[in-house]
């Protein structure tokens, strides 16, 4: 079983950037494809950010794309979210994601979740 646990979340004012970590424990990166996604109170659970198996192919939910960037580094079974240019609507719980299916971009593609970590943007 694979546990996630993320790290990075704080409070930022608008414009500013935050990175946010994700690490594994019980298997490699290797065997699954990662992702982030976020959800705010009261809202749905939506996709952010996801990347391949080998690292070479991202994918990003049109609200972040080219505000955040992920990135992941197998040999150290750690996935990343570069969060730039923030605004208070990237005011959420950020949860990393791992699925075994070639991406994860919605819940059903999950099969591990980390605990969350909040991230909260000031205006």
């Known amino acids: 079983q694979v546990q996630l646990v993320e790290s990075g979340g704080g409070l930022v004012q608008a414009g500013g950037s935050l990175r946010l970590s994700c690490t594994a424990s019980g298997r490699t990166f290797s065997t699954y494809v990662m992702g982030w996604f976020r959800q705010a109170p009261g809202k749905e659970r939506e996709f952010v950010a996801g990347?391949?198996?080998?690292?070479?192919?991202?994918y990003y939910a049109d609200s972040v794309k080219g505000r955040f960037t992920i990135s992941g580094v197998n040999a150290k079974n750690t996935v990343y979210l570069q969060m730039n240019s923030l605004n208070p609507e990237d005011t959420a719980v950020y949860y990393c994601?791992?699925?075994?299916?070639?991406?994860?971009?919605?819940?059903?593609?999950?099969?591990?979740w980390g605990q969350g970590t909040q991230v909260t943007v000031s205006s």
């Open positions: 994601a791992a699925g075994i299916g070639w991406v994860v971009a919605q819940n059903s593609d999950v099969e591990y």
């Open positions: 990347i391949g198996r080998t690292g070479s192919s991202t």
